[in-house]
C-alpha cells in the first residue's frame, strides 16, 4: 500500500468557524473533518454549504481574516 500527504498553506479562516479555512489556491477545507468544501451555486449567487446552510461569497467576505499564529507544542 502506497500512502502520500498533502500539505497546504492556510491563507484565510473565518472569524465566526476558525474550523472553517481557505488555501492559496481558493479552496475551502473543514479542518474538523479534513474534507473539501465545494463552491456551488444557488440561485444565481456562488458559495459554499457550510452546517447544512448555504452561506454565498457576498456574505463570507467581510468574515475573513488572516488566520492567528500557530501554537507550537515546543
Known amino acids: 500500500m502506497k500512502t502520500f500527504t498533502v ?7 473565518l472569524s465566526t468557524h476558525p474550523e472553517y479555512v481557505w488555501n492559496e489556491h481558493g479552496e475551502c477545507f ?8 465545494r463552491q456551488t451555486s444557488k440561485n444565481g449567487m456562488i458559495g459554499y454549504c457550510m452546517k447544512g ?6 456574505s463570507l467576505k467581510p468574515l475573513l481574516r488572516k488566520p492567528k499564529n500557530p501554537e507550537y507544542p515546543f
Request: zero cysteines; a positive charge; charged letters at 45%.
Open 30 to 37: 473543514n479542518l474538523k473533518t479534513g474534507r473539501r468544501i
Open 7 to 13: 500539505t497546504y498553506r492556510v491563507k484565510f479562516e
Open 53 to 58: 446552510k448555504f452561506r454565498s461569497l457576498k
